[in-house]
Structures are given as structure tokens and as C-alpha cells.
């Protein structure tokens, strides 16, 4: 049932705002639609990767106004409209009207819908994307593949694999039909978002219309999810609604079959990409009510939720005939270099800085880091919100690892949106992240490499130091 929004003072703007925000947010959809008809990714790749091409051609100017036309409208529509949703229903329509612009045309904001389209080749071909890139496999598509994932291994589960081998088994030789084949993939992705997010909402006590509308009507939803058709809207459906199963179980009977099925399911999205490994001990902690639970009552939950984990886990190695060897893959997944991962623009300042190769050396102190925030995360969800510390835990990991890409955004933004608190600084993210790319995909943070890198640099020191003088404050107050 759609949760109505309380009435507000000023009964005109109340009904005003929703329609304003709808119809602004649509204009910005259609505008952002003629960017991906212009110059989206196409099939083809293109040779020379300066975004100062968008300038030049028979384009002219109309492409870059456009795409910054359509953004504006967007955010501008996204960040408003989160004070303005009437309803649940309300929103999921306006989302689903903001979606229907761009599903004709090419994706946006990168090629890697090429990728997942030979490697799913490879795999209906019965070779082991895991073994080696897609430039030796015969894959008809080849030339549509960025060059920087020609060579690299896939760094997806074998479920996301499978889904796209299906594609290719169904879709034939045609490219078109792949493509729209992997987009109703993704798409079944965000309809499971739009189930699951307002569950999880209820289920915390917070609003589902606002939930819902925070993250099915992100940006970053509609450019990266359903027009660039990532496996991200896949894994991250999966994991809310792995977290709804969790949540739902009876507290008498923790070790129920809903658990199971939690595991089971939080295994599909595990399957899809590894990430969402760190949301399985907090789902864990879920099962049980807060706010003090006791490490000896979680062994029933932590054996139900595994066990659903290995099932699931289990049952993929051997229908994608893969095995484990999926995990290899990963090592190569932090193949792009660019500020947009707060430990590599360390690096890269230490390297501008002293010429020695630093990158390496702090992309591995922020895995570590990762490794101690997690567990300091799941220590405190232990006496609080299990919830808000499996979406604490996303955001961390998106922060601390190698590389970061806009779409990594809505992880954390799909758990977080769920509760009652407003995390404005992951608002904040989502709305810098969607204006990262161009149409065709060129990520703006490999052309600002260095001064970009200087930036989140000089901000991490600052939050640091925020976050410590916080601290010691408290502490002479108390």
C-alpha cells in the first residue's frame, strides 16, 4: 500500500512541488535521451578518448549543453523531489516515466555493456572468461570492447555470467539484440530494487516513498543501471532483498528457513560481483533484535545465513561449470588508475610528489584499512542498527578499494536510503558521481589525474582532522 506523505503548510506548493519535480525531472531525462543519440557508447570503439572531441564534429556544441542540461534537471529534480514524494506509487511512475527516454538509444556513461557481452560470448562459447581476456576469443563484438578490458580476465561472479550467456544464446550475432537483452537483465535489477527498498524501509521504521524515490530516481540509477545496463543494479536488488529476508525472520526461530533463504539469496548476489560479501555479517546480526545482542545467541543465524551463502555459492560453480576460478578474476579489477579511490589519489600525490610508485603500496593500506573498519562497523552494528551498519559497510568498501566508478555509488545508496536517518554527504556522492562521465562513457577523472588527486587528498586530511578534533572535544566534555 502507498504511504501518503503528511500534509505540509502551503497546500498550493504541496501540490505543485510533485508535478514540478516529475515534469522537470522528465525534461532532464529527454535532454540527457538526446545525448545518448548523439553520441552515446556506440558499437564501435572509438579510437581517441579526449573529451575535447565533444566540442568538435558536426555535433557541435548541442551534445555537451545537453548532457549538462540534462543533468542539472535530474539532480536538481532527484535532491528537491526527496522533500516532495507523495507516495510510493507516486514515485516508483515518475521514475519509470524518467527511465522510458533513454531505453531506445545508446547506453551512457561507459562501454562496459560491450564487455559483458563478450564475456558472456565466451562463456555460451564454453571458454573460461576467467582464464584470459575477450581479445582472443572470437567474439564478434570485439571491436565494440574498451581496450582496457580486451586483456583483463571477467571480474564477475559466474550468476552474472550465466544471465549473460543466456543473452547471447537467445540475442544470436546481433549486437542490438544483446545489448537490450543485458538492459532487461539490468533492469529486473531495479525492479527488485523497487520492491525490496520499500520493504526494507518499512521494516526500519523509515518512509518507503522516500526511500523508494532516493534511490530509483538517482541519477546514477537511471545513466548507469538502466541506460549503461550494469550488473550493479542486479547485485544490489539482491542484496536488499537479502536483507528484507534476513530482517523478517522470527526472532523465536532464528535459524529458520527465511534465513536460509537469505543466505541463499545474499549467495545470488555474491555471485553476480564478490562485493557483497561484506553485507553477509550484518545480515547476520539483522536476524536478531537489537540493540544488545550476545555473540553466543548468532551461531543459530550465523549457521542459517552461511549456510543459504555456501548453497547458493556451491550450486553456481557447478551450473557455470567455473569452479572458484571466478576469484582470480578480481585481481584484475583494479586495473584503472584514477582519483576517483581515495587510497590511489594518495598515491598518486606521493608519487607527483617523490617519483617513487606509491599507488600500489596505498591501494594495499586501504584494503587493510577496509579490513579494520569493517569489522569496527559490524562491532557496533552488534549493539545498534544492523542495517544502517550493512549500508555503513558498502560505503566503506566503495571508499577503501582500488578503483572507484559512479555506479559504485548506489550500493551504499540502496541499504541507506532504507533507514531513518538521511545520510547527506552519500546524497552528496551520488550527485557529484553522476556528472563523472561523458555520453560515450570518458571518465573526467583520467583527464585530472594529478589535480584531481591533489583535491580528495587535501579533503581526506581535512575529514581526518574534523573527525579527530571531533573526538577529542567530546571527550573533554564528557
Known amino acids: 500500500m502507498a504511504h501518503a506523505a503528511p500534509p505540509r503548510a502551503g497546500g498550493a506548493l504541496v501540490i505543485a512541488g510533485p508535478r514540478l519535480v516529475r515534469w522537470g525531472g522528465f525534461a532532464g531525462s529527454v535532454a540527457t535521451a538526446g545525448t545518448a543519440y548523439l553520441g ?17 564534429g558536426q555535433r557541435g556544441v548541442l551534445l555537451p549543453v545537453l548532457w549538462v542540461l540534462g543533468m542539472a534537471l535530474l539532480i536538481t529534480a532527484w535532491w528537491v523531489g526527496r522533500h516532495a514524494v507523495p507516495s510510493t506509487r507516486w514515485a516508483l511512475l515518475t521514475a519509470g516515466l524518467w527511465f522510458l527516454p533513454v531505453l531506445p538509444f545508446l547506453p551512457l556513461g561507459s562501454a562496459d555493456v560491450y564487455s559483458y557481452a563478450c564475456q558472456g560470448f565466451v562463456q555460451h562459447a564454453g571458454g573460461d572468461p576467467y582464464a584470459a581476456g575477450v581479445g582472443g576469443s572470437g567474439c564478434p563484438w570485439l571491436g565494440s570492447v574498451a581496450t582496457s578490458w580486451v586483456d583483463s580476465p571477467a571480474p564477475y561472479g559466474p550468476l552474472f555470467l550465466m544471465l549473460a550467456a543466456r543473452v547471447v544464446a537467445v540475442a544470436g550475432e546481433s549486437l542490438t539484440g544483446v545489448v537490450a537483452g543485458l538492459r532487461i537483465v539490468a533492469l529486473a535489477g531495479v525492479a527488485l530494487l523497487a520492491v525490496a527498498v520499500p520493504a526494507l524501509a518499512r521494516s526500519r521504521g523509515a518512509d518507503p516513498a522516500r526511500a523508494t524515490w532516493l534511490v530509483l530516481a538517482c541519477p546514477l540509477v537511471l545513466i548507469h543501471l538502466v541506460s549503461g545496463a550494469h550488473n550493479d543494479a542486479v547485485m544490489a536488488g539482491l542484496i536488499v532483498a537479502g536483507l528484507v529476508l534476513a530482517a523478517a525472520a522470527q526472532p523465536e526461530t532464528p535459524g529458520s528457513a527465511r534465513l536460509v533463504l537469505a543466505g541463499v539469496v545474499l549467495g545470488l548476489a555474491v555471485g553476480v560481483k564478490a562485493t557483497a560479501i561484506v553485507v553477509v555479517p550484518f545480515a547476520v546480526l539483522a536476524a536478531l533484535p537489537g540493540p544488545d545482542r550476545r555473540l553466543r545467541e548468532l551461531w543459530r543465524p550465523a549457521v542459517a545465513v552461511g549456510g543459504g551463502l555456501v548453497l547458493a555459492t556451491v550450486a553456481l560453480a557447478g551450473l557455470s561449470g567455473r569452479g572458484a576460478g571466478w576469484v582470480t578474476g578480481l585481481l584484475r579489477s583494479g586495473d584503472t588508475v584514477t582519483w576517483g579511490s581515495p587510497p590511489t589519489a594518495v598515491g598518486l600525490v606521493v608519487e607527483a610528489v617523490t617519483g617513487l610508485p606509491a599507488v600500489p603500496v596505498t591501494r594495499l593500506i586501504g584494503v587493510v584499512v577496509l579490513a579494520v573498519v569493517l569489522v569496527l562497523l559490524w562491532w557496533r552494528a552488534r549493539r545498534g542498527d544492523a542495517i544502517t551498519g ?82 577529542v572535544d567530546r571527550r573533554v566534555v564528557a
Open 40 to 56: 552515446g557508447s556506440g558499437f564501435a570503439r572509438v579510437p581517441s578518448i579526449n573529451p575535447g572531441t565533444l566540442l568538435s
Open 390 to 471: 550493512a549500508g555503513l559497510a558498502l560505503a566503506a568498501t566503495v571508499l577503501c578499494a582500488p578503483v572507484f566508478h559512479p555506479w559504485y555509488a548506489t550500493w551504499p545508496l540502496a541499504v541507506l536510503a532504507a533507514v531513518r536517518a538521511e545520510h547527506r554527504w552519500l546524497l552528496g556522492l551520488c550527485a557529484f558521481a553522476a556528472t563523472l562521465t561523458t555520453p560515450a562513457g570518458y571518465n573526467w577523472a583520467l583527464y585530472t589525474r594529478v589535480p584531481g588527486a591533489f583535491v580528495v587528498t587535501a579533503a581526506l586530511v581535512t575529514a581526518v582532522v574534523v573527525a579527530v578534533r571531533r573526538r
